[in-house]
């Protein structure tokens, strides 16, 4: 150390003068400066900090209750496994993962085992094919309130999630978010890497499942009730010895006018890519063994779109593609560098120069391998038995519905790009969409076994339209719901099939699910809402447009009906196979608020609400720039909302729930709700409960931006304190034991300077910036903890209030901006979603005494509590949803309400007498 001081110093002085002083000062900062160097985390080495070795790290420290690992015994192999469970799926495709997660959620205990490490299937990360379903052609923002195709329940609620919570597309964020729901499902074990390689029967059923996961050398055997085969390819159905077909029928077989068989022949695979547009020249140059193009390969193949490409880029002929996948994926991988080379260096798309690929795959996204022989097996008549009839044939309506579809009969070319001289397809479009019966899911020879997606139990013809993902998963959530029945029930399904009854809970379920059910309707014994008085405080009833209140039981969650004159037409469900109408609520404005009431108290343990997510237009998940609808909250659904309750005998409002953030069609809620609700919300008109003076009065506020309003000047301080020009000495600060106006978190107010927090974040608030806490504090109303602060209520509009939340959870409520005031460095407004943040009056300069909102609070919680009084019962008189705010229109959307009590709770409904 020494001696680098000394050189370094001479080496630093030599220009310098005699100044003793100057010498002690580089002297001084030469040492300081090799100190730093020495302690820094990169050793000698390059890659590891001495600070951080010990001789005694590498002992083994044991704490309470821990034991030292076992070795494994020579010659061991396999380490086996045994697991029980009610319903065992093979395949984690998105026909698989609707059906684990429906089968978990409605109670039964589920194993799921997946060959791949991430799931999603052709729609996950390995593979990035974007999911389509039976909007197909048929979505358009014309059919708004009139007909809306897009699947529900689980697919929809995966889909919304990532258009929220990934902005950016990313394929391995849409596999992460369905392992999510498997790590927060405890009904619900997940084993990837894990491949089903035989099963264990005794007579006609399967007793054992057993999978291997050969990356940790183990083997799973899985006792199980009931058995879904959700992989494909089929491979657990043909373990079993389950009937199926490989190929094409001929026309004789199921009478099917645009049959092309009978052969052996199926559609083929495909490989995509990504790649990115880099602003400069990106040369390419081809692996020798690239297939050579020309542009007459491409007379049907269209290569002008180079970020994603390309589905016809498909190999079936000669192989197999089950047996013979390896050999496919080469073909695959050939033909794909081959189209890049032709785009890239053929000169005739010049626009593609400053392209360079980005990913491409490398597992074939596969379209047809096994399909079952069920106990019905759908063929081309049930749909349309003549593609040119005008007006288009109503589809057969089946007694055991459970899934729709809607995309064209989409049949390939089985030599795919090994006759690029002939086209890629051929389509036959679906007038209206169809249903699937659930005796199609449910095997012909092993009792206990289902299946869903493309290996179900359909012609081929119609198999080009069910074998697509959103399909798929529509399938798979009904095969899991009837699983787990079957399971609680001690039956098969082979047995479920031939019970009417029992098939109508499954239907029923599955509509309580938000799934669509043709020509089924709500029919739930047990949900109270369906005996209420209705009322709103507004409607939109219009001859386009019947907002009534009445609709949110109608039974039908969506508008579907449609009536086509011309095969060329595109609807919903025919008439008579549905509720016509559009089966919401919609207010005149906002904010509003939906009632029901009872003769009679009614014993409330959830309220289960389904909103508005615009199922008319396309929403899908994809890596593609374009063709996946408004990524982000659905501008039709709710946003904030609460529901309150009146006990039996009073006039008062209690809130139960308060929702802020809602982006999810079909939301569930046990009330009161947990997180617990603030005390109170701003007045609504008309129909507001009581309400205390708005947020600004007390604390800081949200309000229309004024640059001529002092209480919105604020100084930001070099200290990080944040101080409002309207009250000398005081600063910006929260209030630990009161919630914000509409919110969960503390209440962000004035408070003394001298006490008063610092606050992180960009002083210049360039493109906007968090502000937040130096460290986190535990939340108000919520286990967690808040740093950030963020806008509540009814924000953009004004008067919502300002709180701290999660910075996990910051969205635009919490992205700051500062608008500089005239020529002053600190002096800004502070901006978020357009509003400004406003400095309301410090604590003690209030005109209205706190003690107001003080007894409203106690007034709202001993009401809460009267409300839950009568032996631990939530009995109530009426239950009003008050919406606040949207993601975009300008009227409350509510399709469905349910209540239910406690003995609603559990799945299945029994079918009554009544019923």
């Known amino acids: 150390l020494v001696r680098s001081l000394q050189q370094q110093q001479q080496r630093t002085t030599m220009a310098l003068d005699g100044s003793p002083a100057l010498r002690v000062t580089v002297a001084v900062a030469v040492a300081v400066a090799v100190l730093a160097h020495l302690s820094s985390p990169v050793s000698a080495a390059g890659y ?104 529900g329940g689980i697919v929809e609620e995966y889909t919304l999630d990532n258009a929220v919570g990934n902005p950016n597309r990313v394929a391995e964020l849409f596999s992460l978010d369905l392992y999510s729901k498997f790590r927060q499902e405890p009904n619900a074990d997940l084993y990837l890497d894990t491949w089903l ?63 092309e068989g009978p052969d052996n022949e199926t559609e083929g695979s495909s490989l995509a890519w990504v790649s990115v547009d880099k602003g400069t020249p990106q040369p390419f140059t081809p692996p020798p063994w690239a297939r050579k193009f020309n542009a007459s390969d491409f007379k049907y193949r269209n290569v002008n779109f180079f970020q994603y490409g390309y589905w016809w880029n498909e190999v079936s002929f000669p ?29 005739l798309h010049p626009t593609s120069s400053t392209w360079a690929l980005e990913w491409f795959g490398n597992v074939p996204c596969k379209r047809e391998g096994r399909r079952f022989i069920g106990q019905y097996v759908a063929s081309q008549n049930d749909i349309m038995s003549d593609p040119n009839a005008s007006p288009p044939q109503h589809p057969l ?26 086209p890629p397809y051929s389509s036959y479009a679906t007038p209206y969409m169809f249903g699937t019966s659930l005796r199609s899911l449910v095997s012909k020879n092993v009792d206990n076994l289902l299946f869903a997606g493309r290996l179900a139990s359909f012609s081929h013809v119609v198999f080009g339209s069910q074998r697509v993902m959103k399909t798929g998963s529509t399938m798979g959530q009904a095969a899991g719901t009837a699983a787990a029945y079957c399971a609680s029930k001690g039956m098969t399904p082979v047995a479920l099939t031939q019970s009417k009854d029992d098939v109508w809970s499954v239907q029923q379920q599955l509509l309580r699910d938000d799934a669509f059910v043709i020509n089924q309707v709500n029919e739930d014994p047990r949900d109270h809402a369906r005996a209420a008085t209705l009322s709103a405080s507004s409607e939109t009833i219009t001859n386009q447009v019947n907002g009534s209140a009445a609709n949110v039981v109608s039974g039908q969650s969506r508008a579907v009906v449609t009536d086509l004159k011309s095969a060329h037409d595109r609807g919903g469900v025919a008439p008579g196979q549905g509720v016509p109408g559009s089966n919401r609520w919609v207010s005149a404005e906002l904010p509003a608020s939906l009632s029901l009431s009872w003769p009679a108290p009614i014993d409330v343990a959830q309220v289960h609400l389904v909103f508005d997510t615009g199922m008319h237009r396309k929403l899908t998940f994809s890596v593609r720039q374009n063709g996946v609808g408004i990524w982000g ?59 205390p003076p708005p947020a600004s009065q007390s604390g800081t506020a949200m309000v229309e931006c004024s640059a001529g309003s002092k209480t919105q000047h604020w100084d930001v301080n070099a200290d990080g304190t944040v101080s409002s020009l309207a009250y000398p000495g005081q600063c910006l600060s929260y209030v630990n034991n009161e919630t914000a106006v509409g919110g969960h978190g503390q209440r962000v107010a004035l408070g003394p300077c001298a006490t008063a927090p610092k606050w992180l974040f960009d002083a210049s608030l360039v493109n906007g910036s968090t502000l937040a806490l130096p460290k986190p504090t535990p939340c108000t109303n919520y286990q ?34 500062g608008l500089r005031l005239g020529n002053s460095d600190t002096t800004s407004l502070l901006m978020t979603q357009g509003m400004c ?25 001993q009401q809460q509590h009267a409300v839950a009084a009568a032996n631990g019962k939530t009995l109530v008189s009426a239950l009003r949803i008050n919406v606040l705010a949207t993601h975009g229109v300008s009227e409350a959307r509510i399709n469905e309400v349910r209540v239910y009590g406690p003995d609603g709770i559990a799945p299945f409904p029994q079918r009554s007498a009544q019923n």
């Open 48 to 151: 590891c900090d001495g600070r951080e070795s010990a001789p005694y790290a590498q002992a083994l420290r044991l704490g309470p209750g821990e034991q030292a690992r076992h070795g494994v015994a020579p010659g061991s192999g396999l380490k086996e496994v045994h697991l029980t469970a009610d319903v065992f799926v093979a395949g984690g495709g998105s026909a698989g993962v609707s059906a684990a997660l429906a089968a978990a959620r409605s109670g039964a205990k589920t194993v799921l085992v997946h060959g791949n490490p991430v799931l999603g299937g052709n729609s996950g990360s390995q593979i990035k094919l974007a999911m389509v379903g039976a909007c197909g052609p048929r979505a358009s923002d014309s059919n708004a309130l009139e007909m809306e195709c897009r699947e």
């Open 837 to 861: 943040l406003d400095s309301g009056k410090p604590k003690q300069q209030v005109d209205a005494p706190n003690t107001h909102h003080q007894q409203h609070h106690q007034n709202q919680q």
């Open 197 to 259: 390689v035989s099963v264990v029967k005794n007579g006609t059923s399967i007793v054992q499942a057993i999978a291997e996961n050969q990356i940790s050398q183990t083997r799973y055997i899985v006792t199980a009730k009931v058995f879904i085969d959700t992989t494909g390819d089929g491979r657990l159905g043909a373990e079993a010895g389950a009937e199926f077909i490989m190929g094409r029928e001929g026309k004789l077989k199921y009478n099917e006018s645009i049959a």
């Open 397 to 422: 309506v089946h007694w055991d519905t459970v899934a729709y579809s809607g995309w064209p009969f989409d049949l390939h070319n089985p030599r795919g790009m090994n006759e690029t001289s002939a």
């Open 784 to 817: 967690g903890s808040c740093q950030c602060a963020k806008a509540v209520g009814d924000v953009p509009t004004p008067n919502g209030g300002v709180e701290l939340w999660r910075c996990s959870g910051i969205k635009a409520d919490g992205h700051w901006a």
């Open 319 to 347: 192989y197999n593609t089950i047996t013979d996948n390896n050999d496919i994926r080469d073909q695959l991988l050939t033909n794909m560098f081959g189209i890049w080379d032709f785009i890239k260096n053929s000169g």
């Open 633 to 691: 909250p659905q501008p039709e659904t709710v946003r904030a909302y609460t529901i309150e309750a009146q006990a039996p005998g009073s006039d008062a409002w209690v809130v139960l729930c308060n929702v802020t953030d809602n982006y999810q069609r079909k939301r569930v809620h046990a009330v009161p709700c947990d997180p617990s609700a603030p005390p109170y919300w701003p007045p609504l008109q008309p129909g507001g409960g009581p309400s």
